[in-house]
């Protein structure tokens, strides 16, 4: 699935799957919904659901009637961990947002479009969350 939102490009097929939730009901049942977490390259959350006419992803179809629909729906770093921390186990949630430790914190920087690619290509290739890089990186400063 590939929509255009506020001017940023969503694409299913070239973002990074992050993980899923369902309800596990059956595709039959009106309250069907499956959830997928996806990471643009560019960094960018965003949820791509589906779900029965009882879910949120319902369409009117006319009549006082509704059918399943599905969507994207752009989300921020933060209402993407808090969906995480919802549907995911710690071991999953820790794959996409590093390792949680008592005492951390989320901190929001501004770096150059150039560096932020690096930073996602580096993290990439050593199979570590950007948060991770950053935090060693931080952490040898300050020794």
């Known amino acids: 699935m590939k929509k255009i939102i506020e001017g940023a490009m969503y694409d299913t097929s070239t973002a990074k799957r992050l993980n899923s939730w369902s309800n596990n009901c059956s595709s039959s049942d009106f309250n069907s919904c499956t959830e997928v977490l996806y990471r643009t390259k560019s960094g960018k959350y965003f949820i791509c659901g589906e779900g029965g006419p009882m879910t949120k992803y319902a369409k009117s179809s006319g009549n006082n009637s509704w059918s ?11 209402a993407a961990m808090e ?36 930073l996602w290509e580096l993290a990439e290739k050593r199979k570590v969350t950007v948060s991770v890089l950053v935090e060693e990186v931080l952490r040898k400063a300050v020794e």
């Open 68 to 78: 399943g629909g599905s969507r994207i729906e752009p989300i921020s770093r933060q």
């Open 83 to 118: 969906w995480a921390e919802e549907h995911l186990d710690g071991d999953e949630y820790e794959l996409i947002f590093g390792t949680v430790e008592d005492g951390t914190e989320q901190l929001s920087i501004t770096v150059p479009a150039a560096l932020k690619a690096r």
